[in-house]
């Protein structure tokens, strides 16, 4: 390509005004939030439905989720999902240290009964023996398997250094415990544990939302778990120390893991620190990313963003690196955070961030299914959509200064805590020329 040929990209266009959906909300004498937002793209309805789950056990909440939809007193696994497929939909059930999450979508005019369906799951989901013995071994060995994964053992590493004694200190469950659950306990569990009393459903898609809330009332009006709700502690502060190695004999990588500070959405900080992070390392076009991936080749793809729980907040910096690169890729990584932390970004470096994250919150919301997401996770967080008007106010009047003071603020390297999985015979001595370092 000669110099006659290259042609300059053109500036970034002007960003679009957010046009916010309206959001329909009734809560139902049971204690069940519903929200129902009309987008007729396409003739379905998504569903989300979100059940506080924080301090289940862990290999029970596991397999509760997994066997959800493995029968009741009427109906088997297959009969559910033929009933679900007549009506052109499917629900799956997942858990995390906060919630269990139902999701799914259906054509709009079997709405009625893809409500039908979940409210007999959650009132009288049976977990049948044999489905539990099934579903147990799958999860076992997708555990095994995660095992053996060093950005697995990395995470699990991290989980342990950043939270202590918290319960989101331990996030996946022993293949051990696992096996030594039985069908009993998971229903005692259910019993115990799903009740809509702190929930939240939301749908969206090209209904009519009174109606669908009128039919989501009707389907699960008379849900009532009647169980108890466990509240989380809020996470410990951040305590930086030496880097912890964790050692992987003949590793020909290492995992890089960071935990910096962070906000909850509802802080006023959280779009300057948003900015921040893009700036670093929250997208291909940031410094880190340019550093160690574009310029040096140290790693193909590192990341940055900010993790949201119930309990708290918290920005995590993750990377694979060749290990006989480690050392260096970390001195570049404390090198891309103090100078963030001590300059203020150029205004046009500010700008591209600035308009991928307002992008980005369009995106978020073209779909049906982005929508019915987003609507899920900032509900779970006691906000609606319209918390994402004041965001993108707050992302557009953030000035160089105002994000040079979040990043001093929560950037900092001496702030971080951090974890290297990798060869220690190889990687340990590089790593002390940099930092303090303890084992694992």
Do not use: C
């Not at 679009?16 to 959001?23: A, G, Q, R, S």
């Not at 019993?191 to 809509?196: A, I, K, Q, T, Y």
């Not at 962070?262 to 959280?270: G, I, K």
């Amino acid at each position: 390509m000669t110099a006659q040929t290259v042609k300059k990209l053109p500036d970034l266009g002007p960003t679009k005004k957010l046009k916010l959906p309206k959001e329909t909300e009734r809560k139902l004498p049971n204690g069940l939030t519903v929200l129902a937002i009309r987008r007729p793209a396409v003739p379905l309805v998504e569903v989300r439905l979100r059940v506080p789950f924080g301090r289940a056990n862990l290999a029970r909440a596991a397999l509760l989720s997994q066997t959800l939809f493995s029968g009741t007193a009427e109906k088997s696994t297959v009969e559910i999902a033929a009933e679900l497929q007549s009506v052109g939909g499917g629900l799956s059930a997942g858990v995390d240290p906060d919630r269990l999450m139902i999701s799914g979508n259906g054509l709009v005019s079997g709405l009625d009964r893809l409500l039908e369906v979940l409210a007999e799951v959650l009132t009288g989901a049976a977990f049948p023996a044999d489905e539990v013995s099934t579903e147990r071994s799958r999860l076992i060995d997708r555990i095994q398997v995660a095992q053996s994964q060093p950005s697995h053992l990395a995470r699990v590493a991290l989980l342990k250094r950043m939270y202590g004694k918290h319960p989101y200190a331990v996030q996946t469950p022993e293949a051990d415990q696992v096996r030594a659950v039985r069908p009993a306990q998971i229903r005692a569990l259910h019993g115990e544990r799903l009740h809509p009393a702190g929930a939240t459903l939301v749908l969206v898609g090209d209904i009519n939302p009174e109606r669908a809330i009128d039919a989501a009332e009707k389907a699960l009006g008379t849900w009532n778990g009647g169980g108890k709700q466990a509240d989380l502690p809020p996470v410990p502060e951040l305590v930086p120390g030496p880097l912890t190695l964790v050692d992987r004999p003949s590793a020909v990588q290492s995992s890089l893991r960071m935990a910096l500070p962070a906000v909850r959405r509802t802080h006023e900080d959280h779009a300057v620190l948003q900015l921040a992070n893009l700036l670093f390392g929250g997208y291909f076009s940031s410094r880190w990313v340019e550093n160690i991936r574009e310029d040096k080749g140290y790693t193909y793809g590192p990341s940055s963003g900010i993790e949201h729980s119930e309990a708290g907040s918290a920005l995590i910096v993750a990377a694979e690196v060749a290990t006989e690169v480690t050392g260096p890729a970390l001195l570049e990584t404390f090198y891309e955070l103090g100078r963030l932390a001590s300059l203020p970004p150029k205004d046009e470096e500010l700008e591209q961030a600035r308009q991928y994250a307002l992008g980005t919150l369009q995106l978020g919301m073209s779909t049906q299914s982005g929508l019915a997401s987003l609507a899920s996770t900032y509900a779970g967080s006691g906000l609606r959509l319209d918390y994402l008007a004041e965001h993108a106010a707050r992302l557009a009047k953030a000035t160089r200064d105002d994000v040079a003071a979040a990043a001093a603020r929560y950037l900092a390297p001496s702030q971080a805590v951090t974890v290297l999985l990798g060869d220690a015979s190889k990687v340990e001595q590089p790593l002390r020329a940099l930092t303090a370092v303890e084992r694992a």
